[in-house]
């Protein structure tokens, strides 16, 4: 029933935003994205507190508030405290906030107008992230200079998972045939962990402009030693070769593109088509 910027609701919100139960504080914080003001910096900062919080389905409504409010207000006062969300002692928290970036990358910083609270609520329930599309949006140089340094930086960070979702968020941000975060990413197709070398698969796939080194790159993942690696490679290379096949290159994709499959002894080998 409040309107937007009523200042005694939102203090009144805001203090049981701290409140000990989870679900007081996850209903506290979709009300606050109804009321509060798109363009004071405290707001940002408010938000990117609660995805601190002790419950993770907490951490999941503050990411789904950050995205509405950054569809209507100055993406410019969220960057300093995700800045400080990314040097967080709980993973959880550094990958809230990559993914928060994400949703700056993809909206852009400046300011969108829609009137009202349209981008909000229908009918009381909150309305998910727009989902990840396969055809990216241009990066601006602003996105490029404030959020793409503080993604790479998390390729090193050494939970698995922050880093496994900096390369997921570098697949959706960078931009296509950049050279930098095409080097940052491949020391990420040797790392550790099987998801991290996965997503590289896939994030180089979206980001290597020349077709030919995309091949050989996902090519050498196919004899990777996980098998969701090598499915996701040679699920790659198929879907190529049925591109190319559609788009008329049906000569060419049978010369550059090869399936695999698997042998009795469960070892992956080339069989070129």
């Known amino acids: ?39 004071n910096p405290n707001t940002f900062a408010a ?12 951490h999941t409504v503050a990411l789904e508030v950050f995205g509405l409010l950054a569809e209507r207000g100055d993406k410019q006062h969220a960057l ?6 990314l040097e ?5 928290v550094r990958r809230t906030a990559l993914l928060a970036f ?27 992230l727009t989902p990840r599309m396969k055809t990216k949006t241009p990066p601006d140089e602003v996105v490029l200079m404030h959020i793409l340094p503080a993604i790479t930086a998390k390729l090193q960070d050494v939970h698995p998972d922050v880093r496994r979702t900096a390369v997921e968020v570098l697949g959706q941000c960078a931009p296509t045939g950049d050279s930098e975060t095409l080097a940052r990413l491949q020391p990420c197709l040797t790392d550790r962990v099987w998801q ?29 030693r996980h098998p969701s690696v090598r499915k ?22 049978d010369r550059r593109c090869c399936f ?3 042998s009795r002894e469960s070892k992956w080998r080339p069989v070129v088509s």
Not at 88 to 92: H, I, K
């Open 232 to 253: 996701a490679a040679s699920g790659a290379l198929h879907r190529q070769h049925t591109e190319k096949k559609s788009a008329g290159n049906e000569d060419d994709a």
């Open 80 to 85: 300093a405290p995700l800045h400080a969300c």
């Open 88 to 92: 967080d002692w709980n993973p959880e």
């Open 1 to 39: 029933l409040a309107k937007p910027g009523d200042h005694t609701y939102i203090d009144l919100v805001s203090e049981r935003l701290k409140d000990e139960d989870w679900s007081v504080r996850k209903a506290a914080l979709v009300s606050y994205g109804h009321v509060a003001l798109n363009g």
């Open 260 to 262: 695999f499959c698997l």
């Open 196 to 224: 991290v070398r996965k997503a590289a698969v896939e994030a180089l796939l979206c980001l290597e402009d020349n077709e030919a080194k995309a091949e050989a790159t996902v090519g050498a993942m196919v004899l990777d």
């Open 102 to 128: 994400e949703v700056l990358a993809r909206r852009g910083l400046m300011p969108t107008h829609h009137g009202g609270n349209s981008m909000f609520m229908s009918k009381g329930a909150m309305q998910p």
């Open 47 to 58: 938000v990117c507190g609660m995805m601190r919080d002790s419950h993770a389905e907490v």
